[in-house]
Nanobody
């Protein structure tokens, strides 16, 4: 059983900062890519940022130079530092982990967190 627990969302004013955390726990052999996605009301879920086990990062154009993704492999945790927040960043943010676990066989699966609300007021 694998669980992803997110924290760090909240309400912030335009230009402010927030830091999201997502900790993975359970029967995990290894974690490959970790990432953050977001979904605003009446919009599709979109990629925000990802980071590989080797530390390579990828960002949506809309958040480049404002958001920073990082991970602590020893803690199975991924972070998203969000600076210079804008009202258009308002969304539910979801953590995603692509990891190796046991479900009848050892294999790679995608897991999602429960989501954390980020609201940026103008």
């Amino acid at each position: 059983q694998v669980q992803l627990v997110e924290s760090g969302g909240g309400l912030v004013q335009t230009g402010g900062s927030l830091r999201l955390s997502c900790a993975a726990s359970g029967s995990i052999f290894s974690i490959k890519t970790m990432g953050w996605y977001r979904q605003a009301p009446e919009k599709q879920r979109e990629l925000v940022a990802t980071i590989t086990s080797g530390g390579s990062t990828n960002y949506a154009d809309s958040v480049k130079c404002r958001f920073t993704i990082s991970r602590d492999n020893a803690k199975n945790t991924v972070y998203l530092q969000m600076d210079s927040l804008k009202p258009e960043d308002t969304a539910v943010y979801y953590c995603n982990c692509n990891l190796v676990t046991f479900k009848t066989v050892w294999s790679t699966f995608d897991f999602w967190g429960q989501g954390t609300q980020v609201t940026v007021s103008s």
